[in-house]
Structure formats: structure tokens, C-alpha cells
């Protein structure tokens, strides 16, 4: 069964300073990746995935991630943080070989200092 | 775009009734609808997964009488939450995948709706 793990609770980043919040995943076949962000009280919004390719993903706000197959992980990194970035974020898996479901990591929750 | 929709945003409800959340792919087409869950600081808890024109698939552990999911057409998706209680309270989040036109692996969120029952 595929899963997704996030094992920080919290980052905290001073703004300016480069972020990097982790991801890890377990699927049986090729994974579909991705990455959400969810503001107070409201919906999830998608950030960035990775399907197939280049293993740089860009994605919108200036994040990008990097799917490295032999370490499992697929952390969300930003050059410079800003203020506004901090919110919930979550990495989310699908495994390619089944069915639509994608399973989410618990979340992880990043604060910006300014 | 990718817009989903969420209606209402907000309800409050008294214990033994109805609520229905409408879900709606606003500029797409979509072939599957997923109804999510939220409790207070944690993961999205998937409900059920919802196709147009077939009965929805619900998760293990997740009451197909209690939560009842209607995919009437290719944008329009509702969850019944039927006598409702108050540990049904939390946040009900639905996302959509599009039938076509590109980024079809990509699931869309709406906005959420929070249910409060009295």
C-alpha cells in the first residue's frame, strides 16, 4: 500500500533564508507526487507534481521540489522564504499502477519569521 | 483553470438533522469527485471516491447511510451528511479530477465547507 510521510510538524525559516520541508513515500509502482499548501480555513491549493521527467519540478510562489528515486523523497524547497508562505502543507502520493486515490502526509506546518 | 467550488462555506446545525454540501467543477469536466475530511490539525481523512452516474466507493470505517454522495452530472457532486451529530462536526473538503484536456492527474480543491452541529 502506498504511503507518505512528513516527519516534521513544524518548520520554522527566518524570511529570506532558503526553505526545505521534507517528504518521504512508499508506492509499489511509480509514484505520482505532489505537493498542496491549505491556508487557514480554507481549501488546498496545488503547488507543484511530478509524473514523469526532469527531476526539478517548478512549480507556482517560486517552490520547487526534487524527486529522488533512490532516497524515496520528494522534498518541497523555496530560495527565499517570504512572510506569506507560512501556512499547512501537505505532499500527497499516488501510486501509478492503481487506483485514483492519492493518500496524504499528516502535514507539516511552516512558519516564516520576519 | 482549474476552479472548484464549495457550497455553503458554513453551516451550523442542530443534532438529528440533514445537511447537504454542494461541490461543483466551475470550468471543467470532471470525471471523478473525492470527498475529504479534516479534524483540527491533521491529515485529510478520505471519505469516498464519487463518478458520475455510479455509486460512490467509500473508504473502510466510513458510514455509506450516514454519508450519502450524489455525482449527478460531470461538475456537480453533493455529500448528505444524514442526522447529523455533533462528533460529525469538522471540515469537509471536496476535490475534483478533469475528464480531459490536460493535467488530468492533478486533483483540484474547493474551498471547504465547516460544518458545525449543535
Known amino acids: 500500500a502506498q504511503s507518505v510521510a512528513q516527519p516534521e510538524d513544524q518548520v520554522n525559516v527566518a524570511e529570506g533564508n532558503p526553505l526545505t520541508v521534507k517528504c518521504t513515500y512508499s508506492?509499489?509502482?511509480?509514484?505520482?507526487l505532489f505537493w498542496y499548501v491549505q491556508y487557514p480555513n480554507r481549501g488546498l491549493q496545488f503547488l507543484l507534481k511530478?509524473?514523469?521527467?526532469?527531476?526539478l519540478v517548478k512549480g507556482s510562489y517560486g517552490f520547487e521540489a526534487e524527486f529522488n528515486k533512490s532516497q524515496t523523497s520528494f522534498h518541497l524547497k523555496k530560495p527565499s522564504a517570504l512572510v506569506s508562505d507560512s501556512a499547512l502543507y501537505f505532499c500527497?502520493?499516488?501510486?501509478?499502477?492503481?487506483?485514483?486515490?492519492?493518500?496524504f502526509g499528516k502535514g507539516t506546518r511552516l512558519h516564516i519569521l520576519p | 483553470g482549474a476552479v472548484v467550488s464549495q457550497h455553503p462555506s458554513r453551516v451550523i446545525c442542530k443534532s438529528g438533522t440533514s445537511v447537504k454540501i454542494e461541490c461543483r467543477s466551475l470550468?471543467?469536466?470532471?470525471?471523478?469527485m473525492f470527498w475529504y475530511r479534516q479534524f483540527p490539525k491533521k491529515s485529510l481523512m478520505l471519505m469516498a471516491t464519487?463518478?458520475?452516474?455510479?455509486?460512490?466507493?467509500?473508504e473502510q470505517g466510513v458510514e455509506k447511510d450516514k454519508f450519502l454522495i450524489n455525482h449527478a452530472s460531470l461538475t456537480l457532486s453533493t455529500l448528505t451528511v444524514t442526522s447529523a451529530h455533533p462528533e460529525d462536526s469538522s471540515f469537509y473538503i471536496c476535490?475534483?479530477?478533469?475528464?480531459?484536456?490536460?493535467?488530468?492527474?492533478?486533483?483540484?480543491f474547493g474551498p471547504g465547507t465547516r460544518l458545525t452541529v449543535l
Open positions: 476535490s475534483a479530477r478533469k475528464l480531459a484536456g490536460g493535467e488530468t492527474d492533478t486533483q483540484y
Open positions: 508506492v509499489s509502482g511509480n509514484p505520482y
Open positions: 511530478y509524473i514523469t521527467g526532469d527531476n
Open positions: 500527497a502520493v499516488r501510486d501509478s499502477g492503481r487506483d485514483d486515490k492519492i493518500i
Open positions: 470550468d471543467f469536466q470532471a470525471t471523478t
Open positions: 464519487s463518478n458520475e452516474g455510479s455509486k460512490a466507493t467509500y
